[in-house]
């Protein structure tokens, strides 16, 4: 068959065809085991690290696909942080907060005011420069304003090609989400309080997308 194959006769049935290699060319496309490099940046826990995609959810807020925000989990040693897609050219990365550092950033008395009001206007304002630790001031803004207050549900996995399950009890986990903003629209605080108090806190910053030096998908990453 060699000599049929020089002259571009052949190929029968049962012979493998060649697939071309997968290219990664924009964070939308990242699956679980990809790799992201990250340029020098102010905000150190991502400043010039490889990172690798562990866990993908999505988290909905209603029926269309202009409610769901698509997340992306990078893990770096013992370093965690959180992608999503804004746009072609920018994207939110976020780190989760614990409780001593929040309020090294923000007076308890706010945010219990925040987490207590049922309107839909909310400010949060950040405490004077000085009192916020160097780490934490490249992750954050002098004000935020509220943008959103509503019931979101969390679902684990890769949803962005594939419809939410519609039933309840299909793996959801359900949640009071409260999202502010700064005015230029570069920072946020995100919360998500769960069933039983237990609450989640998110620091983003919006970046541009060449801050993602080089993207690897999982086949070439792990040769």
């Known amino acids: 068959m060699s000599w049929l194959k020089k002259l571009g006769i052949g190929g029968g049935e049962g012979e493998e065809k060649r697939t071309e290699p997968r290219r990664l060319e924009h964070p939308r496309d990242l699956l679980l085991g990809d790799m992201v490099k990250f340029e020098f940046s102010a905000q150190r826990e991502i400043s010039n690290k490889i990172f690798t995609v562990t866990r993908m959810w999505t988290l909905s807020s209603g029926e269309g696909a202009a409610d769901q925000q698509h997340y992306f989990g990078l893990e770096e040693g013992g370093n965690m942080v959180r992608l999503r897609v804004v746009d072609e050219a920018q ?13 090294q950033l923000f007076k308890q008395k706010n945010i219990v005011d925040l987490l207590e009001s049922e309107g839909s206007l909310g400010l949060l304002k950040r405490r004077k420069p000085e009192k916020v630790p160097d780490t934490l001031h490249p992750w954050s803004a002098p004000l935020y304003r509220q943008e959103s207050f509503l019931l979101a549900y969390r ?21 009071d989400y409260r999202r502010l903003v700064s005015d230029d629209r570069l920072y946020s605080v995100e919360f998500r309080v769960f069933d039983g108090g237990r609450t989640e806190v998110h620091l983003g910053v919006v970046i541009p997308r060449r801050k993602l030096e080089e993207l690897w998908p999982a086949s070439s990453a792990n040769r």
């Open 91 to 103: 994207v939110e990365i976020a780190i989760e907060i614990l409780p001593d550092r929040l309020l």
């Open 155 to 175: 679902f684990e996995g890769d949803y962005r090609t594939q419809q939410l399950p519609d039933g309840a009890g299909e793996g959801e986990v359900g949640c």
